[in-house]
């Protein structure tokens, strides 16, 4: 008898301490990933970055909340090399992806690399993309075939399409398509509902998936021209139709963390904040900026690839934190491996996991050298330290020319660095003064650092070929 009320007793005290589960509370599991990824914003065009002309609450409420980090890397200065740098933790030169791919182009991201969305689906993910894919429009190369349950949005930028007579033939590749999964539903002229769209699928997503684990890259095609923006923020911001862009984005973020929230998800939801490439400067009062960095989209200039990057996740980043430690876009894939306890790519990738650098357990990059700049397979410049060097090569610039206005271009000078040039960016972020004589040691070793990355991936400046580098998914 005494066994048998022990018995009872022991059984009473453990159904007390079992704690009713909350029917909104999301059942253990690895932590959700949310990707929100613009196009062509600059480094001031955010609150929270410097930006006092452009209301960005949400986007400042998920700072403040979490972490912001002042010198974050995208992959390259131009769409489709960007995007494939993110999804794979690959330099875009070492799987053959570069510049931004045309409409009907003969390549496109190959399905035999490993992106984010892949990894994730091996450990029970569910994946979508709502936006700009841009990494080939044939349908070997479409989200689908790289990973991603569901898709909304379109294969390409959205100005590849017939806008003005002064763009010329090329740009003659008739309607944008807007495709939903792999089928074209519909074509578009005008995008002013397509960051609403893009945002609702978004929502849609979250809730339907509360119950699982999941990947969702939004990956909106503004601010990229032409300018779009419903009416809900036309006229809203002081600086234009181009802030007013912005402040719409904004919108959309705080749509995705209320969603989070009303669903439970909120705690055990990673969720970051950036952009492909920097600025698109000749277009001017339709451009955003790249302040106070030197240049902006297509060069290797700090305006070019430095890019405004919020993380927020909730008892994990330490809210309110402010990261000076480079990281580059190509590191994300590595890190969220780590948190999700995901198996690596089989083929060889750059990115390093930075987790430690999030949480604040170190201040120290993993990377030996923090960037190598890239343009298809040039290699312009590499990031080391404080020291940031430059080899000779021609750049774009808008320096003494006119800008475009009103979603037309001004034209870029091109101008030619002659020497190698060093920069020391914690005293000169602006990249105004070359201090190359001055630190002669510090020139060579990072040649040394340049010339081991040259052995791996090439540079076509000095006609090298690299030993690692691998193709791109073609079509015969």
Request: glycine share 10%; proline share 7%; hydrophobic share 35%.
């Amino acid at each position: 008898m005494r066994h048998i009320i022990l018995l009872f007793i022991a059984m009473f005290f453990v159904c007390c301490g079992q704690r009713q589960a909350d029917p909104r509370e999301p059942p253990a599991r690895g932590p959700n990933i949310v990707l929100i990824f613009t196009d062509d914003q600059g480094y001031q065009d955010v609150g929270v970055f410097g930006a006092d002309d452009i209301e960005t609450p949400h986007l400042d409420r998920m700072a403040k909340e979490g972490a912001r980090l002042t010198n974050f890397y995208a992959a390259q200065a131009v769409c489709s090399a960007s995007r494939a740098g993110i999804l794979t933790g690959c330099y875009p030169n070492r799987i053959g992806i570069h510049n931004a791919m045309m409409p009907k182009s003969s390549i496109g991201l190959h399905p035999n690399e490993t992106t984010i969305a892949e990894m994730l689906k091996d450990k029970g993910y569910r994946t979508a993309i709502f936006g700009k894919w841009h990494l080939g429009d044939h349908p070997n190369f479409l989200p689908a075939k790289n990973g991603f349950d569901e898709y909304f949005g379109i294969p390409y930028s959205n100005d590849m399409w017939p806008l003005h007579p002064q763009q010329g033939p090329i740009f003659n590749f008739g309607p944008l398509p807007l495709i939903e999964n792999v089928s074209v539903m519909d074509t578009l002229t005008d995008q002013t509902q397509l960051t609403t769209q893009i945002t609702e699928h978004s929502v849609d997503f979250i809730e339907r998936n509360r119950e699982n684990p999941f990947f969702l890259y939004v990956a909106h095609p503004q601010p990229h021209v032409p300018l779009f923006v419903s009416d809900k923020f036309r006229g809203k911001s002081k600086r234009g139709l181009y802030g007013d862009v912005i402040m719409e984005i904004d919108w959309s973020v705080g749509q995705i963390l209320e969603a989070l929230k009303e669903n439970g998800l909120d705690n055990n939801t990673l969720v970051v904040f950036t952009s492909d490439n920097g600025p698109w400067l000749s277009y001017g009062n339709h451009a955003g900026s790249a302040l106070p960095f030197r240049e902006g989209k297509g060069t290797a200039w700090e305006g070019g690839q430095r890019e405004p990057f919020i993380i927020r996740y909730p008892g994990k980043i330490k809210a309110a934190s402010v990261i000076d430690v480079p990281v580059m876009a190509i590191d994300l894939l590595p890190t969220i491996a780590e948190i999700t306890h995901s198996k690596l790519p089989e083929k060889t990738i750059d990115g390093k996991s930075v987790w430690k650098v999030f949480t604040g357990e170190t201040d120290q990059s993993p990377q030996e050298a923090y960037f190598f700049y890239y343009r298809v397979n040039e290699l312009f410049g590499v990031r080391y330290g404080q020291w940031k060097l430059y080899f000779p090569h021609t750049y774009r610039t808008m320096e003494g020319q006119e800008p475009g206005k009103d979603g037309l271009p001004g034209e870029y000078k091109m101008v030619t660095l002659q020497e190698i040039a060093l920069y020391d960016l914690e005293a000169d972020e602006g990249e105004t003064t070359d201090v190359a004589s001055q630190h002669p040691e510090v020139v060579e070793e990072i040649k040394v650092i340049a010339d081991r990355m040259r052995e791996r991936l090439g540079d076509s400046l000095l006609g090298l070929e690299g030993q690692e580098t691998r193709e791109a998914g073609k079509i015969e």
